[in-house]
């Protein structure tokens, strides 16, 4: 067996513990693990919108300078290429990559695969061994092609318990000046009356009523909308 697990766990962990992120304990645990590896570990999220996966990403990404941030959807416009060659990331953090093309998508696979990244332009071509950690988030793996899946350890994120979704709600709110006890009611009031688990939907709530008072009038016109829109 190598060094590795004679290493003490958070030898190389220390950097990213993810603090702004409530819940998500397991998934926590992996990437450190993922991150303190002395190989690539490759780690894709998958789950419903608001469940943490961007942040997970922006947290390695302000905790690391040695990473690339790009959307999928934008990777074209830059050259994911490119970037790659250019920055030489250890961690490259994909957000979004059910959106990234295919030529992007095959370009990473390699990477993936082998850790060699090349590009072959009319008259040059260049090619660089690159050890990269790729870090990916997708709300589905429909259109994540399947050699390039299996590659990922995928990690789906499970829903918010009640009391996980009000903590978020509390620390969400805190940035809009909301004290936690509104916090609280706005929680409860998306949860049980709008059957929504977006938190996206409590900053919403919060911002359209000025006051607690106004609170139910703003989730029922919401709630009414909502049925209107027919999702
Ligand atoms: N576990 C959490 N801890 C703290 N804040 C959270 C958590 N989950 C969601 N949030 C809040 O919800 C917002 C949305 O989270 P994020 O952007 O990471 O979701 P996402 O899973 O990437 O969603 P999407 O699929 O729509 O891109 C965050 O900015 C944060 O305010
Ligand atoms: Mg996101």
Request: aromatic share 8%; with cysteine; glycine share 4%.
């Amino acid at each position: 067996m190598g060094s590795l697990w004679h290493k003490p766990f958070h030898y190389a962990n220390n950097a990213c513990k993810f603090e702004g992120i409530v819940g998500h304990d397991d998934i926590k645990q992996i990437f450190v693990k993922a991150i303190g590896s002395k190989k690539p570990v490759h780690l894709l999220l998958l789950g419903q919108p608001a469940s943490a996966k961007t942040m997970f990403l922006t947290e390695i990404m302000r905790s690391f300078k040695q990473s690339l941030f790009v959307v999928g959807s934008n990777t074209t416009k830059a050259g994911l290429v490119n970037q790659l060659f250019e920055r030489r990331p250890k961690f490259v953090l994909i957000d979004e990559l059910e959106k990234m093309n295919n030529t992007d998508q095959t370009s990473l696979l390699h990477l993936m695969e082998t850790g060699i990244i090349s590009e072959t332009k009319i008259n040059k071509s260049r090619q660089m061994q690159l050890a990269s950690w790729v870090f990916a988030t997708a709300n589905s793996s429909q259109k994540i092609m399947e050699p390039l899946l299996s590659r990922f350890l995928l990690i789906k994120m499970p829903e918010y318990t009640f009391e996980e979704f009000r903590e978020i709600a509390v620390s969400r709110l805190k940035e809009e000046n909301v004290d936690d006890f509104v916090a609280r009611v706005i929680a409860h009031k998306v949860w049980k009356e709008l059957a929504s688990r977006d938190v996206r939907d409590v900053v919403k709530v919060a911002r359209l009523a000025g006051s607690i008072e106004e609170i139910p009038f703003v989730v029922k016109m919401l709630n009414k909308q909502h049925r209107i829109g027919g999702n």
